[in-house]
């Protein structure tokens, strides 16, 4: 009974994000991270394959990005950890890596700014077309009259 009090709580506290985790639920339990993958447009962009290693390199987690985001609970305060891409969507070139820092408040940093939600989101672009095609065009590159 008290696990399932506790599942419930959590899931109502994690629907509000603006919720403070105080430092025993941040101690017991780590602190919750969101991984989002993004298109361009800030749509989701699901197939990608991604994983979270810390700062040893050592793999902590891996999954494969759908429409909602992946979240995970045991990162703890003071750690910088990097999502990386193994294998991006078809039609997609893979993202930089992301490295993020989970903040003695509990909150996450990546890219120099603090994120109040703790998400991470990674956004995968479309390879630039090549233009041109160099060749064979039939014309002559001498000036007309």
């Given at each position: 009974m008290g696990l399932i009090v506790i599942g419930i709580i959590f899931l109502v506290k994690k629907v509000f994000k603006d919720f403070e985790y105080d430092d025993e639920f941040i101690d017991k339990l780590g602190v919750p991270?969101?991984?989002?993958?993004?298109?361009?447009?800030?749509?989701?962009?699901?197939?990608?394959?991604?994983?979270?290693?810390?700062?040893?390199?050592?793999?902590?987690?891996?999954?494969?990005?759908?429409?909602?985001?992946?979240?995970?609970?045991?990162?703890?305060?003071?750690?910088?950890?990097t999502m990386q891409e193994i294998e991006a969507p078809e039609g997609y070139a893979k993202a930089e890596d992301i490295v993020f820092t989970i903040n003695e408040d509990g909150t996450v940093s990546y890219e120099g700014k603090e994120e109040k939600n703790n998400e991470v989101i990674m956004i995968d672009e479309k390879p630039k077309q090549q233009s041109g095609g160099g060749g064979g065009g039939g014309g002559s590159s001498d000036p007309q009259p």
């Open positions: 991270v969101q991984f989002i993958k993004q298109d361009e447009s800030e749509n989701p962009l699901p197939g990608a394959k991604l994983q979270v290693v810390d700062e040893a390199g050592n793999f902590m987690y891996e999954w494969e990005s759908t429409e909602e985001p992946f979240v995970e609970i045991r990162f703890r305060v003071g750690q910088s950890y």
